[in-house]
């Protein structure tokens, strides 16, 4: 009998599902035959015969899923399949979508039989021998289930505090397609932004000190292997906030992380995620080291350009601190640097919206056209929900499978947001541009090593930056406008949208030109 793990790619990329592949690392380490099936979103229900030809459905003992409110109603349609399929083989989800709304999980995906609250790798591989040894789930730490109807919730297991003793992800998702590895050092966050449900997981018995690492050894020694055995070099680390713990010896681990692979001779790229009011206050020989061991991008969480909204956000950092960092990363170290950005929030005023726009135009964000449309998704579980189930925001819309079901404590707030992402949604070709900018960036990463005095280098960066203003310029133009007529309909911005889908264009074959110029340098 074998476990079978069920990734489903919403987002049609090639990528892994890393929390799946350390699960099935756990199984098959411990000879509990696993494997995982990748389905695409939106795959035909009337095909999902052809997706078990190479699996029998007779040898299987366990399915997992880990659902996120996007593809709650695909997992939905599969556990239906596999139960009608076969009745005794046990169905289980986990995950933080999950971890925080079990009994809607419950009532939303009737064929399921458990749930792993917190951290799955001891608690699946527990529930996996229980199954085996037909055993029930009573004191089963980590574990809701369903017996008799009635939902049954165990107590929460403790934190893994020894990340070494976890075997490396099982890469099996890796294949000739995949150009990043990604990689998790660490779990938990010194930070406790409100709205987030992800390091939450991680703390479930919210123990004081929920942040714990894997040694550097231990995680430099993952790279190597698979730069050698995978032939990748590029790297997203996916830790909440990759200098943690910041108050302890956070910057110590971030220099000896830099110098085991500089020593090493990795020749490796990575990106990694920090808070702001970090940024300055790492030193710049640990900087250049990072940048010397291949540091190539860091996503920085700003999340918005006002104070209110910060304080909301329960955010560390002030408005001020993060236009610092941004610019000292982006101006001063020459690091790409993304600025998470939420736009809209229920609790807040058209003079915040302004302060945003305001903000994003100081630091140069405005070329994106997600810093416009991102609303904050509301996690159950989490403070803001909390705070906004207290306060009659949530609507009947609300659930695990729709976290934007609330209202807008000023209405005029959000039927601007709605026009927004109706609006913008018609700009989705600016996703590409976006993606494109940022692989530039990467290449003149590249480039600038071995051509550093290349004048022609500066002259093409030039033109990318003439080219993020003429964007910006577009989207500022259009959002401004929004703001100032929201109740007009979509059909009134159509000399907007022409005029940003014409940039677009233009953008497109100015970026192509420059990124085969830089491709003739590079090579």
């Known amino acids: ?70 593809i709650f109603r695909e997992v939905k349609e599969l556990s239906e399949y596999i139960k009608n399929k076969k009745p005794n083989i046990h169905i289980c989800a ?167 692979i500089i020593k090493r001779k990795l020749n490796v790229y990575y990106k990694v995620m920090m808070r702001t009011e ?35 956000f329960s955010k560390r950092a002030t408005v001020n601190q993060n236009e610092i960092a941004y610019k000292f990363l982006l101006n001063e170290l020459k690091i790409n640097v993304i600025g998470s950005f939420i736009m809209f929030q229920p609790y807040m005023s058209i003079d915040e919206i302004l302060s945003n726009i305001g903000f994003i135009f100081k630091i140069g964000i405005q070329h994106s056209y997600r810093t416009f449309i991102n609303q904050i998704a509301v996690f159950s579980g989490t403070p803001i929900f909390e705070k906004m189930k207290h306060d009659g925001l949530l609507t009947k819309d609300y659930s695990i499978t729709n976290p934007y079901g609330y209202f807008f404590k000023d209405k005029k707030v959000g039927t601007i947001c709605n026009k927004t992402i109706e609006v913008f949604s018609l700009l989705n070709h600016n996703d590409e541009l976006e993606k494109t900018l940022n692989l530039l960036n990467f290449i003149f990463d590249e480039v600038i090593k071995k051509e550093k005095n290349n004048v022609g280098l500066y002259k093409l960066r030039n033109e990318i930056d003439i080219v993020k203003g003429k964007l910006g310029n577009e989207m500022l133009n259009i959002f401004e406008i929004i703001i100032n007529n929201s109740q007009e309909d979509i059909v009134n911005f159509q000399p907007q949208i022409k005029n940003i889908q014409k940039t677009n264009s233009d953008a497109t074959i100015t970026l192509s030109k420059i990124y085969r110029e830089l491709l003739k340098i590079l090579v």
């Not at 987002?11 to 699960?23: K, W």
């Not at 095909?47 to 659902?67: H, T």
């Not at 779990?187 to 919210?206: H, L, P, T, V, Y």
Request: with cysteine; glycine share 6%; charged share 25%.
């Open 278 to 312: 970090n940024i300055n206050k790492i030193s710049t020989s640990i900087w250049k080291a990072l940048k010397k061991s291949g540091l190539v991008r860091v996503l920085l969480g700003i999340e918005s350009g006002s104070q209110d909204t910060l304080n909301i």
């Open 1 to 70: 009998m074998k476990a079978l793990l069920i990734a489903i790619n919403y987002y049609h990329e090639d990528s892994e599902f890393l929390g799946l592949e350390l699960l099935n690392a756990v199984l098959l380490q411990n000879s509990i035959a696993s494997e995982i099936l990748q389905v695409e979103y939106d795959y035909p229900i009337e095909n999902y015969d052809k997706l078990f030809n190479n699996i029998s459905l007779d040898d299987l003992l366990f399915v997992g899923f880990s659902p996120v409110y996007t």
């Open 94 to 260: 986990g995950g933080s979508a999950v971890s925080n709304s079990i009994k809607e999980t419950f009532e939303y995906l009737k064929y399921l039989d458990s749930i792993v609250i917190g951290e799955g790798e001891i608690t699946i591989l527990e529930l996996l021998n229980r199954l085996i040894n037909n055993q029930n789930l009573n004191n089963l730490e980590g574990i809701a289930y369903k017996q008799n109807g009635m939902v049954v919730i165990n107590d929460n297991r403790g934190i893994i505090n020894d990340m070494d003793r976890l075997p490396w992800a099982n890469r099996t998702m890796i294949d000739n397609n995949t150009k990043i590895a990604r990689m998790q050092t660490a779990r938990g966050c010194e930070g406790d932004c409100s709205f987030c449900a992800e390091s939450r997981i991680f703390n479930i018995k919210q123990t004081k000190n929920p942040w714990r690492g894997r040694s550097v050894i231990n995680i430099v020694d993952e790279m190597e292997y698979i730069v050698n055995e995978k032939g990748i070099r590029e790297f997203d680390f996916i830790d909440n906030s990759f200098e943690d713990p910041f108050s302890i010896n956070g910057p110590n681990r971030l220099y000896e992380f830099a110098q085991e």
